[in-house]
């Protein structure tokens, strides 16, 4: 029983491990894409999301439409409001 216990708490802080490195790779994607954001012009901002928009329609056809509708709130936030 103890085995399964620590073997159990091992995978856990494997998964735990994993999720914090995903995490932080999109967190320095976030920062690298506003830095990139900002110096585009308001005309080349706005082609570029027309561009991802129609990209995303495109990508929604196969997905569900929560999982469209999440991907295009995350876009339009890092688009419209970014964090940085």
């Known amino acids: ?3 399964l216990i620590a073997e159990l708490l091992d995978k856990l802080a494997e998964k ?3 999720s914090k490195e995903l995490v932080a790779q999109v967190e320095a994607l976030e ?3 506003t830095a990139l954001l900002r110096k ?3 005309e080349q901002r706005q082609e570029l999301s027309q561009g991802i928009g129609q990209a995303l329609a495109t ?5 569900s439409a ?4 999440l991907l ?3 876009i339009d936030k890092l688009l419209n409001y970014p964090r940085y």
């Open 1 to 3: 029983m103890k085995y």
């Open 16 to 18: 735990e491990s994993e």
């Open 31 to 33: 920062i690298v894409v």
């Open 40 to 42: 585009l012009g308001d």
């Open 59 to 63: 990508a929604a056809d196969g997905a």
């Open 66 to 69: 929560e999982d469209a509708s």
């Open 72 to 74: 295009h709130s995350y």
